[in-house]
């Protein structure tokens, strides 16, 4: 099914959560923060959504530095 990651399509498993696509992208969880369909998604909720075709996630990724 289609999602839309960051304003670019993306073809991923039906049924896959949030945390499964994250680990497929090889993205730290830790690192980050999620928009799902315009809302923000907390990361304690991840393993439990689902995505579904045509959703639009947002993901940012917070680096550190001096």
Do not use: C
């Amino acid at each position: 099914m289609e999602i839309v990651i960051n304003g670019h399509p993306r073809e991923v498993p039906e049924g896959q959560t949030v945390l499964d696509l994250l680990a497929s992208l090889e993205l730290d969880p830790a690192r980050l923060a999620l928009e799902l369909d315009g809302r923000i998604l907390k990361p304690s909720h991840w393993g439990e959504t689902i995505l579904h075709p045509g959703a639009r996630l947002e993901i940012v990724h917070f680096v550190g530095g001096g």
